[in-house]
């Protein structure tokens, strides 16, 4: 026997494994995708929502990577399922930016969760995109680190307030679900009722989860209101359409679009939801984006959620290709350069590519909305769109 | 992937020291305690409303939310003196729920749903984040391995058999003349004096806390800590803390090597995989991984 023989020892099999397990990682290095991380509501509360999100995002992405992909790099994302709870969703996020590294993480959906997932995303210089209205969040010390598209509950209230009166009704009730946006809301919707005109009768906040809702409601009809917003969630507005059917109110309802879906009008009785209006934000209704958005997904009327996902992955695209980098930081310091000021108005994140592969400035303008946003990262301004329920279908009526 | 795992440290520690709590209530008294994160919340709640609007310091902010767990905990067990079992289970269930709903609703103090943010972590302002992540893991070792120095003496003492005593038969025990429900009382402020300390010790280290987190679900999570580590046991608790956030974290690696998952399935086999751990472990070990000693670990029975 040689020495020079090729022995097995243990060592040579370290090694040996050692470079098998490495060669994979060699090897992908020279395409290394670029990793973004969706952290959303996949069960829980929040799981109708979360998925479609997610869908958006990823969509948005293919359409990128089909064109050439970000800095020359394909897109892919780590998906992880916050849960609707903080407590999950905390320990998701840190996975996402500590194992994962993540330059930004797109897509929680609960005030709470957000709230809780925050302070690891901006200790760890990560950015982070959300649809939570509640007014405290963009408060928080985030440093730039977070964006919502969603217009927060001091615009939301004015606007559904300045609607209502526009309606002609003098006497509004208001059911608030028990959430960060009850209280806020109501105030706004108050004053700006007020202002209008008109008057807020009755207003008072109920607990989620109940099976009937009679009391709130007879306290609602007590001040005889000719229009009553039911500001909730749909397990509890289609509850509350119900009873206020039964109690005999014939009135007008006002809701947000995401309480009652075409879904939630297809299963109620069509007397329950004669004549309720809906509101969701949203981009003008000749918007390019909105179209680029229902095209892109498939879908007829994408929702308030699906264009605010599309939007994330857009400006993180944009962000990303005119930094020329993929970091948390680099993010935050050029998203506002190619969301809003004076470059081109770009209407999908590929158009908006092509345009700064040229050196050109860019100016998205989304399909949630104009995407414009304020130094604490809340939106400047927004369409909101209206529908009311006719003949037991939801049917357009305007854009304001 | 360093931080991550200091993180999941500081979970599994919070969890263990949970268990701890649970151990001296259900272990070695044998009162069925539901309501776990209700006195966790307490804790939090105690020491993230002193330490931002009165701002005491964090050390005794703690100390306070501990305090405040083993109050609320003697109160509950006082209320609760004349049941047992499924009974006890679903009224400190509800305590635990009444609980949550009066935080979301009380907003002058509590903030409501928003929540309050901010809570100041110790030593957060001069470390970097992931120094802090570090120091905190040692802060809570340390605590947990006080915790189960102390739950050891306890659970060998004359103390720690009259609850065995009590656990396996309360009549025998009263014959005996014991005072069971001063005993009992005793027990329930002991294991919600760390369970309030728990909360204290969550709230300063993710420095929020809203009525969202504290849902029954977190309750179970402890229950089945010190249920695979071996009720009875302080170092199945300790164990079992473990071993549930490993169950919990381990599945999120698990689930990408199954292609044919889309996420939303992903998710739930995440959770599926996390229970059917909890059954086999069940399955197979049925007193836990290290289940209860029948003598004491130095003094032999002969």
Redesign the interface.
């Known amino acids: 026997m040689s020495t020079a023989q090729f022995r097995l020892t243990r060592r040579s099999v370290l090694a040996g494994s050692a470079a098998a397990l490495a060669a994979p990682y060699i090897a992908r290095a020279q395409g290394v995708p670029l990793t973004l991380g ?1 952290l959303t509501p ?2 829980g509360a929040g ?1 109708y929502d979360g ?1 479609r999100m ?1 869908k958006a995002i990823q969509a948005v992405a293919a359409q990128v990577n089909d064109a050439g992909g970000l800095l020359g790099r394909k897109i892919t994302f780590v ?3 916050d ?1 609707t ?3 999950a969703a ?3 996020a ?2 996402l ?3 994962d590294k993540v330059p930004v993480i797109m897509g929680t959906w ?4 957000t ?2 997932v925050a ?1 690891v995303c901006w ?2 210089k990560t950015f982070l995109t959300t649809t939570s209205g ?1 007014d ?1 969040i963009t408060k ?2 985030h440093q730039g680190y977070l964006i919502r598209t969603q217009p927060n509950n001091y615009l939301q209230g004015a606007k559904h307030a300045e609607f209502i009166a526009s309606t002609g009704a003098k006497k509004v009730g208001l059911l608030s679900i ?3 946006f ?2 806020p809301t109501q105030e706004r919707v108050k004053d700006v009722l007020a202002k209008n005109g008109s008057s807020l009768t009755g207003g008072l ?1 109920y ?1 989620p989860n109940k099976t009937s809702y009679r009391s709130e409601v007879d306290q609602i009809l007590r001040g005889s209101p000719d229009m009553v917003y039911l500001n909730g969630y749909t397990p509890d507005v289609s509850v509350l359409l119900r009873d206020l059917y039964r109690a005999g109110y014939d009135g007008p309802r006002f809701t947000q679009s995401y309480a009652l879906t075409s879904k939630a009008v297809e299963s109620l009785p069509k007397e329950v939801t004669e004549g309720t209006y809906t509101v969701q934000p949203s981009a003008d209704i000749d918007s390019p984006a909105y179209a680029n958005a229902a095209k892109l997904l498939g879908i007829k009327d994408p929702d308030s959620y699906e264009t605010q996902a599309v939007d994330w992955m857009s400006l993180v695209a944009l962000s990303i290709a005119k930094a020329k980098a993929a970091t948390g930081t680099a993010i935050r310091d050029t998203v506002r350069s190619v969301s809003q000021g004076a470059g081109t108005k770009v209407y999908s994140a590929v158009d908006g590519l092509t345009i700064l592969a040229k050196g050109g400035e860019v100016n998205y303008e989304g399909a949630s909305g104009p995407c414009d946003f304020t130094d604490i990262g809340d939106i400047q301004d927004c369409k909101f769109r209206y529908l009311v329920v006719k003949n037991g279908a939801l049917t357009f009526l305007k854009v304001v | 992937m360093e931080n991550y795992l200091v993180a999941l440290g500081v979970t599994a520690g919070l969890y263990a020291l949970m268990a701890i709590g649970l151990n001296v209530i259900w272990g070695m008294a044998g009162l069925v305690n539901l309501g776990l994160v209700g006195f966790f919340a307490v804790g939090a709640y105690t020491s993230a409303l002193l330490t931002t609007k009165l701002g005491v310091a964090i050390g005794v902010g703690m100390v306070a939310g501990a305090v405040a767990g083993g109050v609320a905990g003697a109160l509950v067990a006082l209320i609760t003196a004349r049941l047992r079992g499924d009974y006890l289970a679903i009224v400190t269930l509800g305590f635990a729920e009444s609980l949550r709903t009066t935080a979301s609703n009380e907003t002058w103090l509590t903030n409501g749903t928003d929540g309050i943010s901010g809570i100041p972590g110790p030593w957060r302002s001069v470390l970097t984040p992931s120094e802090f992540n570090l120091a905190y893991l040692a802060l809570v070792v340390v605590i947990v391995l006080i915790a189960y120095l102390l739950a050891q003496r306890l659970s060998y003492s004359p103390f720690g058999r009259v609850l065995r005593a009590i656990r396996d038969d309360e009549q025998v025990a009263a014959v005996a003349g014991k005072p069971v429900l001063a005993f009992k009382v005793l027990a329930f402020a002991i294991g919600c004096t760390a369970l309030g300390l728990a909360g204290a010790l969550y709230a300063h280290y993710t420095s929020f806390v809203v009525p969202d987190i504290f849902v029954p679900l977190l309750t179970l999570y402890i229950k089945m800590a010190l249920l695979s580590g071996g009720v009875g046991n302080n170092r199945g608790a300790v164990l079992g803390g473990l071993v549930v956030v490993i169950f919990l974290e381990g599945t999120r690696f698990i689930t990408p090597y199954i292609p044919w998952l889309g996420a939303v399935q992903a998710a739930a086999l995440q959770q599926f995989l996390v229970t059917a751990a909890l059954l086999v472990v069940l399955r197979f070990r049925t007193r836990g991984l290290v289940p209860e000693p029948p003598d004491h670990p130095i003094l032999r029975r002969t």
């Open positions: 969706i996949l069960t799981g998925p997610m998906i992880e399922d849960q709870n903080p407590e905390v320990r998701a840190r996975k930016v500590d194992v609960a005030s709470a969760v709230s809780a302070p200790e760890s509640a405290t928080l010390p028990q959430a960060p009850a209280q906040i607990e």
